[in-house]
Each structure stands twice: as C-alpha cells, then as structure tokens.
C-alpha cells in the first residue's frame, strides 16, 4: 500500500490542529503516514508533528523560501515529494490547504478532491456540494489523490504518543512569483472559532458592532469562541475572518448559540452540524428555528443579558 | 492590459436545491440558473480596474452548456467588451475548466485572470489555483482588495486568522471573495447594449483540450436531517434545558 503525505500547517513554532484532523482521516485511508513540514526555522513544528500518534515519519524543508508558505514555492516541493512514491496527499480544508491543494493537484495532472467529510475506500470520498444540502460520494481513478479534508468530521489525532523521525528534505526555493508583504492577524484571547468547544455568533439582529461586548461577555462565560453571519461582517461589525458559513468557516462545536441570525442556507451550511444548536431570535418564523435544538422567541438586547447573568 | 474572467452558470443561490430520488445528482431541469455570485464580484472587479484606466479590455470566458450564454450576456452587460463560450454538455470538473482557460489565456495574452474563490453548486475552490499551476502564475486567492501596480498586483487575501498581503508578478491569478466589492446591477440600457457585444463560441476539442472528469459522482444523497427541536418559554428554561437535557454547559 502506497504511502501518505500529510502536508502540516503551522506557523514555524507550533503544529495547527487541522493538521491533526488530516492525520486521523489519512489513517482510515491507510498506508505510512508521513508529514511534510515546510518552513522556516520550522525544527520546532516538525517535532510537534513528529509526536503525533500515527505518524511514521516526518519530512521538515527548512528554508526561507518556505517561511510564509505561498503556494508557489510550496507546491512545487510538495509535487516532487509526492512523486516519490505517495498515493495520497492530504491537507486541511484551511485557507491555507485550499490555496495549496488544488495547485499541488495540477502540478500533478491530477483531480483534487475538496473538503472531504468521509472517507469510503482509498479511492472514493464523500463531500459536501450545494452548501452542504447534497451529499457526494466521488471516485478518482488518478494515481495520486490530492485531498483536503474538513476538520469538523474528523477527529484530532492525539498530539503525544507518536516518535517518528524526522528526517530533512530540499525542494527547489523560491520560485520568484510571489512575495510576502503582511499579515494583519484577528487579535484574540478567545479560543479559536474552527477549534472551540462552544461558539456565540451574532448577526444583523446585533444592529452594530458596538453591541457585541454583549455576545464577548457570554462567550467569556462558555469559553466560547465568537463568530457572525456574513451581513454581520458586510456591515462591518465584526472583521472579515468571524463568518461561519458555506464561503467562511466550517464550525462543529459541542454548542452553537445563534443570536440574531435569520439562518440562510449559507450559514446553516457552516453550523449544521454541531452538537447543540440554540437559537435566539425574535421572530418565530426564523429558518435557524428549523434546526435549533432550542429555540428561544426573545428580543436579544433582552435574552443575552439574562441568560449571561443565568451562567 | 486585458483581463480575463472566468463565469460560471449555477443554479441560483436562492433556490433551495433537490436531489433526485435515484441518487444520481441535484435536479437542474427548470431550476433558476444565475451566474455564480463569486463570478458577479470578479466581473465588478474587472470593470472597475477599467473604469480606473488600469485595464483596458475584459473578455469573459464560460465554460459549459449552450445556455451559458446567458450568463455570458449578464458579464457583458456589466461591462465586459466581448465574451467566449467554450461549448460543452460535459460535467466540468476544475481540471477540465482550468486547462481550457489555459488555452484561452495562450490565445488572447491577458495579464491578469480574475475568477470566483468558488462556485456554489460544486463548492470546489479549486479552478483558479489549478489555472494559476498550469500557467506556471502566482495567484492571490480569496482576494478581498487588489491593487495592479508596475508588473506586479497587490493582492489582500481573506485567510482563517484575518487578512495576508502579497505582492504577484504579472500576470496573475486572482480569485474573488465577497468582501471584494459589491456588484452592481446592469441596467436595461447596458442589457440592450450587450445584446450586440460580440459572443463567440467554440469548442474544447478545437482548443485541445480533453475535457473528460476526472472523478467520477457514484451517489449523490440528502445529508442527514437534524431532530427537530423544541422553543423554550424563557432563559431559565433554556439555561435548565442545557444543563440538564443536553449536559453541554
Ligand atoms: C455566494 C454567497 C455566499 C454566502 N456565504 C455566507 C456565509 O458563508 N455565511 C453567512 O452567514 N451568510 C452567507 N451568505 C449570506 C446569506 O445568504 C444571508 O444573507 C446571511 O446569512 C444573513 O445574515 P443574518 O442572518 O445575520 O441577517 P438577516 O437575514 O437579516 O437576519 C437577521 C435576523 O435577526 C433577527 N433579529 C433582528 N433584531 C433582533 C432582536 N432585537 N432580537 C432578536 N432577533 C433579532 C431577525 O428576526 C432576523 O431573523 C452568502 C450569500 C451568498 C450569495
Ligand atoms: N464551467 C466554468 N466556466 C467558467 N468559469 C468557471 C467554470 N467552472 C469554474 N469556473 C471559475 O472558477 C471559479 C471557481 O470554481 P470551482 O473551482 O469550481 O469552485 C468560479 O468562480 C469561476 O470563476
């Protein structure tokens, strides 16, 4: 059985959990699970992966030409790995494995496979199409599989337990058609939205982004991450990187509590499937009551206050 | 320079989709089809850069069935000069679509290709990263601001933990989000006008490319349903309901 190439996400320092989610679904594939870490000054990333159960070996290509991870540098590296003899390339259906993914997969000549939510056989994956509303089972017949993989249907592996070699690698550098100007990183002591155990989202009904310290002090209560609605974001309430959504984030937490939210499909297509949906809104006819587990008919500036002081 | 953008014909995001009872894909007979609402906001973006005298053609590309002419027709009432549709009842899976714009790109020399991030019936994400691949370009994905300068496009990218900057090369590759702008509605003038825009149709074969998918849809099914659930009168009930039934707080 061929070989599967994880490629990590991470930040130099530290390991991102999509590329835990990524590990457990490489490993209802089958096959060595390998993890390509490409960075800068990334020994410490490349540590962290290799501890993670199931990993066989880890693959780090330090270089400064991969210390921003553009896909135009990264994916060349990442083709001549998986020509090595990989059957499967696996990232997580971030911003970052979306970008890389399908760029990797036609270095390749190859389908790529987006944002899988179950894994069939070797071949065939189920995803998601028609935000969420269908349900595709697809087969690729390619020799390599270029797949990303929702974080919300699979599992974390565990972070400890695993001590796989890492072993170095060299890819070709920069390849001079992209450069790295700034990031300007969403500042927060809140747990991160794809990764929390409880989200608190607003939309329009929030009227302004003066009022969602309302929202900020439920969440503190839960420990909950905030998220928003697309027209709570257009409006400028809350930055671009809040929305849960079909085109935003894909979120799964134990609780999702939806405050103000009307619930389009878009949306819905982002939430859907967490644990507990609560839904706080002031008219009955709300779709988001559709799929809330509770629904509370309430003017929000009135029920938040409450229910935060109920905690 | 000119820019090329990329349309797509989708069932309307308003409708709410069915899937067929044997299981072999979403109904689109007599469904509202719509251009991709990404491929609006790509189309804007274009016709904005020309109305700022930073381009100076746009030509819009579909690939697809007859019908996408219509689409073609929106694009080229928004402002779009002239438009091509490459003429296929194939399902087009983005390696398909990505080699066929390969093509279109080699003929008419654009420095900039300006695509959706996504099309919302395949909810893919993939076309133009795969484009950007086989033209050997950069590409500034999920693009929320764009500014062409002297050979080279910044690009701001909507990313998980807030925005990123790069710098591209030209030509580039760059895929729209939906903070990228707000598209405008053509008015009737200009949908009269675009009538006698020029339109021209070919084929993938006549381009050379093999436009066969390359994954095959084995079943296509309704996601699980959720349970319905139940209103609470009031907050303590909710609270009670959360702790007690749920056991989530
Ligand atoms: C291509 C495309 C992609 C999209 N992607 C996404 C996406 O990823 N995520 C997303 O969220 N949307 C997305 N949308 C937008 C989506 O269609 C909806 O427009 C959006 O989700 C609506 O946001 P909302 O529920 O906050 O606003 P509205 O629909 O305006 O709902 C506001 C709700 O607040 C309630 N309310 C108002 N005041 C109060 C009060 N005082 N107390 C209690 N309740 C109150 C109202 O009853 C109403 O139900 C997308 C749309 C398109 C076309
Ligand atoms: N058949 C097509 N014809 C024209 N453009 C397309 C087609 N399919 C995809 N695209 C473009 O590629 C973008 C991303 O599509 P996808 O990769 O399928 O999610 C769309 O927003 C369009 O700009």
């Known amino acids: ?311 | 320079m000119r820019i090329l953008v990329p349309v797509k014909r989708v069932v309307d995001y308003n409708v709410k989709i069915r899937v067929k009872a044997d299981g072999s894909g979403v109904e689109t007979a007599n469904v509202k089809m719509s251009m991709n609402p990404f491929d609006e906001i790509a189309v804007e973006e274009a016709v904005r850069l020309k109305e700022a005298g930073k381009a100076s053609e746009i030509v819009a590309v579909s690939v697809g069935p007859a019908q996408a002419q219509e689409t073609l027709r929106t694009a080229l009432a928004m402002g779009a000069d002239r438009a091509i549709l490459v003429q296929t009842d194939a399902e087009t899976q983005p390696l398909a679509v990505a080699k066929v714009l390969k093509a279109l790109v080699e003929k008419e020399g654009p420095q900039l290709v300006i695509l959706g991030k996504q099309a919302i019936d395949d909810d893919c994400n993939q076309t133009g990263q795969m484009l950007a691949a086989l033209l050997g370009w950069g590409q500034g994905t999920f693009a929320s601001k764009v500014v062409p300068g002297e050979g080279s496009v910044a690009v701001t990218r909507e990313i998980d933990g807030g925005l990123e900057t790069v710098d591209l090369t030209l030509p580039a590759i760059v895929t729209a989000d939906l903070r990228l702008n707000e598209p405008r509605y053509a008015s009737l003038p200009n949908i009269m006008k675009a009538k006698k825009k020029p339109l021209e149709t070919v084929t993938p074969d006549s381009l050379g490319v093999d436009v066969a998918p390359r994954l095959t849809t084995l079943t296509v099914v309704e996601p699980a349903r959720r349970k319905a659930g139940v209103k609470v009168a009031d907050v303590a009930t909710l609270v009670d309901k959360l702790k007690t039934e749920a056991r989530v707080i």
């Open chain 1, 1 to 311: 059985m061929a070989n599967i190439l994880v490629v990590a996400e991470h930040d130099n320092a530290t390991l991102k959990p999509a590329t835990l989610n990524a590990v457990t679904a490489a490993g209802t594939i089958g096959g060595d699970i390998h993890v390509l870490v490409a960075g800068k000054g990334a020994q410490a990333a490349a540590e962290a992966a290799s501890k993670v159960a199931g990993v066989a070996k880890v693959l780090l290509a330090d270089d400064s030409a991969y210390e921003h991870q553009l896909p135009e540098d990264v994916a060349p590296l990442v083709v001549a790995t998986a020509k090595g003899g990989y059957g499967h390339v696996l990232a997580g259906a971030t911003s970052v494995g979306k970008n890389l993914a399908p760029r990797v997969a036609a270095l390749l000549d190859v389908a790529a496979i987006s944002d899988i939510t179950g894994v069939v056989s070797a071949d065939t994956f189920e995803r998601p199409i028609y935000a969420g509303n269908a349900i595709a089972t697809v087969q690729s017949k390619d020799a390599v599989k270029v797949v990303t993989v929702r974080t919300t249907a699979f599992e974390t592996a565990a972070a400890t337990g695993g001590s796989a070699s890492v072993e170095p690698v060299s890819g070709a550098g920069a390849a001079g058609l992209s450069r790295f100007v700034s990031a300007e990183l969403t500042k927060s002591e809140r747990p991160e939205l794809t990764a929390a155990r409880v989200v608190v989202s607003g939309g329009r009904g929030m009227q302004s982004g003066e009022n969602f310290p309302l929202l900020e002090a439920l969440a503190d209560k839960l420990g909950a991450a905030v998220g928003a609605s697309r027209a709570a974001v257009d409006a400028g309430f809350v930055p671009n990187d809040y929305q849960v959504g079909q085109t935003g984030k894909i979120v799964a937490p134990e609780l999702y509590i939806a405050v103000g939210i009307s619930g389009a499909i878009q949306h819905l297509a982002g939430m859907k499937d967490s644990k507990v949906i609560v839904a706080i809104n002031k008219d009955e006819e709300a779709p988001i009551f559709q799929v809330a587990d509770y629904g509370l008919v309430a003017d929000l500036f009135k029920a938040v206050p409450e229910l935060e002081q109920a905690l």
